[in-house]
């Protein structure tokens, strides 16, 4: 057998594995394993690289950025910073119709820009706003739709794992990419209130009981001390990591560190942490670090293995001869995301599919960061899509109404998921979205 | 221990920042204490992660067939854990000469004079974090061959879901 035929047999097995439910990391470092010994016919050479990844590949200044932003994430949500962000937005949009929709929308965009997972913002307004919703007379549906939808923003816009993990993928700078998230993160945002809008008004049903529509628009105004008390922290934080990351004051690991210190102490001058939830959340924190490590540890093993079988070389020939052009590609790159976005999570399909397709689109002279933005969003369509759309499985886990199915919440969350789609053709076509800032900022330094 | 130990990165981490701009003296060592711990807390953390059950899978055919036919499920479970098993052994069979010669040889990360701080420590926790792990797959085969003979699983720890104990603390 060829290194080629080796490398693509490789890629079947591995998707067959990791879809019976075999551990991710541990089907990565198989593969890569038996390849490399198939290749090299030579078990100590493959020995050998399983321990190089296992050592060398996370030990890196660089990597210290994840447990930093996710430890950040999780003090902002114990300090009670989700709750704020709904009490916010629902204040400006009380007299919307659809209003309560939006604010879960904004409120979602402006968790995002504080914390950096999805699964995280999922959890919070499950708990948040589908209780209110229901009580204002919205359909179920609509409601965890929308919870759904929105909190899918936590992942473009940044601070943003999955945008980390691409840039450490393609050697690009995390804040660039950071920064490129900006622009489709309030795109998106808008695209949403948009969708909500339309649905209010041209198909109340939808939303909303008959008459119900409107319910909200009598509530009180927040007394400005405590719009000013639950604005401020909001505030701090973002300037102090977004800020700090684009004025180049310091590299992403320390802005993760010093939104982690901040977010710390807003937690304990309200007086939410313990030292019990402290240390829960410090496991918690090793958790998911010791999580994502693991995969990027096991798909460092896979990429090196590919590299030994030469694929990524013969397959950038293959397509080469078959003469297809970048769009061309590029649509084919996405519908695979979207199509394993359905079975995988998101950091695996990233991990899976980025190193293979870096190489195919070489000769193209992609700007990275802007091929980064568009794998994030087409990963995250994957997040609302049946048969395993991750949000759809975190919500439905978190949910107290039990009489809302899982099926209700793809449902609702199907029309998210298309204007999605729309935001990402949009990305695609004008690339100026997520790099006029970007742009900017290369030209100041 | 390991979690605590992120904790005290963050500081360090602020530390060295609030010390380079207000006082022009930054922390020698950061990053190399970053570096090494990075690759500690991971396979510190590691074999909790799996027990847990937070490594990362898609369970959703897996557990459906573990609820229509056990049997089947339960010896493929047999397969994957085995599997983990393998792997983890092969990484020790690797990693375990690795460490030995940095100990010997005295081997140092960071700049002579600058910071240094020996590489045996963190090549040595790659061990113990993977044997660890090994004997975490281990325990989940053992689990699946209780299962087969209609046994209950030995005892399990949850994880707990901090976001949604913070929400309902502040709904209180």
Known sequence: MTGFEIGVISIIAMLLLIYVGMHVPVVLALISFVGVWIIKGNIKIAISLLWISAAKTVSDFLFGVIP????????????????????????ALRRVRGGLGMATVVANAIFAAITGVSIAS???????????????GYNGRFAVGTVAGSSVLGMLIPPSILLIIFALIAEESVGDLFIAGIGPGILLTLAFCGLIAIMAYGFPSLVAQPGALDAHMDQKKMPRGELWRKTYPIVILILVVLGGIYAGLYTPTEAGAAGAFVAFL????????????????????GHITATLLFLIIAASMYSRMLGISGLPTE???????????????????????IILGTIIDSVSIMLIAVPLYLVVLAPFNVDLVWFGVVTVIAVEIGLLTPPLGLAVYVIKSTLVQKDISLADIFIGAAPFALTMLFVLILVMIFPE???????????LN | MASGWIFVLMLLVTLDIVLRFVFNAPLSGVTEIVEISIV???????????????????????????????????????????????LMIAIIIGGWPKWLQAYHGGHFVGNTGVFTFPEWPQRFVLVIGCGMLAIQFFLSIVDNIRGLMGKPPLEHEEAVDVEVAAVEESQR
Do not use: C
């Open chain 1, 433 to 443: 979205i997520p790099l006029a800032l970007v742009d900017l900022k290369r030209s």
């Open chain 1, 315 to 337: 397959l950038g020939k293959v397509i080469g001869d078959a003469q297809l052009s970048l769009t061309e590609l590029l649509v084919l790159y996405v519908v695979i995301l």
């Open chain 1, 266 to 285: 807003f937690a304990v001058a309200r007086r939410q942490l313990t030292f019990r939830k402290l240390w829960d959340i410090l496991v918690e924190t």
């Open chain 2, 40 to 86: 500690t807390i991971l396979y510190l953390q590691l074999a909790h992660t799996l027990k847990v059950g937070r490594v990362t899978r898609s369970d959703a055919l897996y557990g459906r067939i573990l609820m229509k036919w056990p049997w089947v499920g339960n010896i493929m479970g047999i397969v994957f854990h085995a599997a983990g098993v393998g």
């Open chain 1, 122 to 136: 999922a959890t919070v307004f499950t708990r948040i706003s589908v209780p209110e919703m229901l009580r204002y």
């Open chain 1, 68 to 91: 930093l932003f996710v430890l950040m994430g999780l003090l902002v949500s114990a300090a009670g910073m989700g709750r704020d962000t709904y009490d916010i937005a629902q204040n």
